[in-house]
């Protein structure tokens, strides 16, 4: 499901009902009139192919209107495609780098921990058994 549960609109779609329909023109004309092959219009009409942005220089010359205005509707297009596809594994994958920073510095006393652990491992500075003893009956456990 989409986000705003609006479905997705090629601009084929909109090429083909809001301009060719009216005009009662057919995608092989348009194509003679952009000077293009009749297939890519034709693949653009039946949302097979994306409008390009040498192809959007087409249609705003032809109709009127900005070429900006058919790459816009592309894009978003194609971003509303992407989130149907992937949005779920990218949401799974890719952890937002806030959420990270975050993590860290609520881990951020362990992570000294360890760092000042491995350092005593180094200098082979490790724990007596009375050290061991005396920790363990400060938070009564037993060791073996």
């Not at 000077?35 to 034709?42: D, R, S």
């Not at 192919?49 to 959007?56: D, W």
């Not at 900005?66 to 509707?73: R, T």
Request: a positive charge; hydrophobic letters at 45%.
């Amino acid at each position: 499901m989409f986000k705003n549960r609006l479905r997705p609109v090629h601009p084929g779609e909109t090429l083909r009902e809001d301009f060719l329909e009216p005009l009662k023109m057919s995608a092989s004309a348009l194509a003679k009139e952009l000077h293009v092959a009749a297939p890519t219009v034709n693949d653009i009409v039946r949302e097979k192919r994306g409008v390009s942005p040498v192809m959007a220089l087409r249609l705003s010359r032809y109709f009127g209107g900005s070429a900006q205005w058919w790459l816009n509707m592309q894009s978003v297009y194609d971003l509303k495609m992407a989130e149907k596809e992937a949005a779920k594994q990218i949401e799974k994958e890719v952890r937002p780098r806030e959420a990270i920073r975050e993590f860290v510095e609520n881990n951020e006393w362990q992570i000294a921990e360890i760092r000042a652990a491995v350092d005593e491992a180094k200098a082979g500075d490790f724990a007596s058994g009375k050290d061991v003893a005396a920790l363990a009956k400060k938070w009564k456990v037993s060791v073996s």
